[in-house]
C-alpha cells in the first residue's frame, strides 16, 4: 500500500484512471444510526425466522432477502443488489444494467483483453452483471482494474480467482464482488493495463492483496472466501468509505484485512465500514481487521482463531463491537481481542472502543476504551444487538456458498454455545443438524 501512495503523489496512478472519482466526504453524517438499521434489520429476520414455514429462513437478513424471494434467485440475479446492510448498503453494482456472461477464463492481454473474459466485462463504463458460464480458475496475468457500477457474481459456478493477481477498486463506486474464492494473489505491475475500453495506463507493483479498495466507495463484498495472499485479503484506503464486508470466510492469512492508509491521512477519517456475519476461520494470525481513524461497526461475527489478535487500531478510530464471538487461542500472551497498534498506554485511553453483547471464550478479553459511551449508544437501548450465541445461525454459509470449509472447530463450539444460552431443537438444527447441513450444501 505505501508503495502505491507514493506513486500516487507524483501523478502517475491519477493519469492511469479512466474515470477517476473526486475524494469528496461521502460519509454518512450519523453513523450510530446506520449500526442501529443494521441490528434492527438482524431482529426483523431472527423474527420472521422464528415465526415462518419457510424452511429457507435463517435469521440473517442478507441471505433470507434474496434466498426466501418469492421468484427464484436465477430468474431474478439482480435482487441481490437490494439486500446489503450496513455502510455499503447502497452499493448497487450493476443493477439495471445487461448480464455478462464470462465464456472465457484466460487472461492473456492486460491492454486488449479478449471479449468474454473477466477483464473485458469488469473494464467497460457501462453497468454490468457479471455471471459466469461455468466453472472455472481465473488467473490474472496483472490486477483487475474493475470499472464502476458493476456486480461480480459468482452463483451458479464455481469461481477462483487466484495463483495471479487479483481485484483492484481504484476510485470506483457501487462494486458487488459475491460468491467468489479469491486466494493465493501475488504482486504483479511494472506494466501496462486496461482500466476502460478508452485508456490505458502504467502500473507499478501491486501489493497482492485480495481485494484491493483504493478511494472507493459503495462496496459490498458479500459471500466470498479469501486466504492467503501477498498482502492483506481486503484491504481499503485512501479515502474509502461505505463498505460493507459480510458473509466471508476468512482463512490462512497473517494481516487479514487493513482499514485505513496511516494515521496522518485526514481523509480516512471518515471511513465507515460494517464488518457483519463473516467467519474468521483457519491459522489467521492479526488484523481481523485493523483500523485508523474511521468508524467500524463489528457485528455477529465469528472469530474461531487469531494468533497475536482480532482487531487493533491505531489514529484514534472507532470501534462499534456487538454481538460477536470470540474464541481466544490458547497462547496465553495472546488472549486480548484488542490492540491499540504502536501507541502508549496514555494515548489511547478516551478512544471510542465499544464491546456490547459479545461472548468471550477460553479466556479472551476485550479492552474497551473512551468516556460518555453510555450516552452515544443510549439510543440503541430499544435494540439490543443479537446475542453471539446465535452468531452460529447467522454465519452458518459465510464464504462461498456450497463451498466446503477446511476446519471450523466442531465440537467444542457448539457445546459451549449451547451451555452458554440453549437453543430451541428448531435453532440447533439449523446449525448442527442435518437438516442444517443440506440447506447449506444445496444451493
Known sequence: MLRRFFVLLTGVLILSLAHPLPITNSSHPDPESVARNVLQQVELSRRRALSAQQQCLTGNPIDDCWRCSSTAWRDDRQRLADCAIGFGRDAYGGKGGRIYVITDSSDNDAVN???????????????????????????????LLVNSFKTLDGRGANVHISGGACITLQYVSNIIIHNIHIHDCVSAGNANVRSSPTHTGFRTRSDGDGISIFGGRKIWIDHCSLSNCADGLIDAIMGSTGIT?????????????????SDDYLPDSGMQVTIAFNLFGDKLIQRMPRCRLGYFHIVNNDFTEWEMYAIGGSGNPTINSQGNRYIAPSDPNAKEVTKRVDTVDENWGGWNWRTEGDIMVNGAFFVPSGEGLEAIYSKASSVSPKSAALVEQLTVNAGVLGASRLSYHPCPLLSLTIFLLPRSPAMVAGVEGEEGWAFRTSF
Open 245 to 261: 464486508i459480510s458473509n466471508n470466510y476468512f482463512s490462512r492469512h497473517n494481516e487479514v484485512m487493513l482499514l485505513g492508509h
Open 113 to 143: 483483453p479478449t471479449q468474454g473474459t473477466l477483464r473485458h466485462a469488469a473494464i467497460q463504463d457501462d453497468p454490468l452483471w457479471i455471471v459466469f458460464a461455468a466453472d472455472m480458475t481465473i488467473r490474472l496475468s496483472e490486477e
